[in-house]
């Protein structure tokens, strides 16, 4: 069932979706320095240890891959999404006054202040209008 999270809500579970984002994040960065290397050692075309070297890295991308499929589906089981990795963009499926709405969280960002509704994942991000006192 999919949950629906109001927004303070959705900003107390932030500190979880960070910490899941910060591996995120550090897998991403460590996959693309492992392809870069790859690619060069490929491009080098040296025989000596090449294939050994290369399984090693294609070992070593593959965890990395591993990884950020489990931090994608640590975010699907809260209901959440992600929109794109670059930068890290997170959607939760919310609920406010005026109905349904999907929160926007990208990587460095504090709390929960951007949204849009269901349906126009792919259009730019709005900040939220909070009613005063809020």
């Given at each position: 069932m999919?949950?629906?999270y109001t927004l303070q809500e959705a900003n107390q579970v932030l500190k979880l979706v960070r910490?899941?984002?910060?591996?995120l994040l550090e897998?991403?960065?460590?996959?693309?320095?492992?392809?870069?290397?790859?690619?060069?050692?490929?491009?080098?075309?040296?025989?000596?240890?090449?294939r050994s070297e290369?399984?090693?890295?294609?070992?070593?991308?593959?965890?990395?891959?591993e990884a950020l499929r489990n931090c994608r589906e640590e975010l699907e089981k809260?209901?959440?999404?992600?929109?794109?990795?670059?930068?890290?963009?997170?959607?939760?499926p919310g609920t406010a006054k005026s109905g349904e709405v999907v929160f926007c969280w990208q990587e460095?960002?504090?709390?929960?202040?951007?949204?849009?509704?269901?349906g126009q994942e792919e259009h730019q991000r709005r900040p939220l209008k909070l009613a005063s006192g809020a």
């Open positions: 999919k949950r629906l910490a899941i984002a910060a591996e897998r991403r960065t460590a996959r693309r320095t492992l392809a870069r290397q790859r690619e060069q050692l490929e491009n080098a075309a040296t025989p000596e240890g090449l290369l399984a090693e890295l294609d070992a070593q991308i593959w965890a990395h891959d809260l209901s959440m999404t992600v929109l794109r990795t670059n930068p890290l963009t997170v959607h939760i460095g960002e504090a709390s929960v202040c951007f949204g849009h509704p269901p």
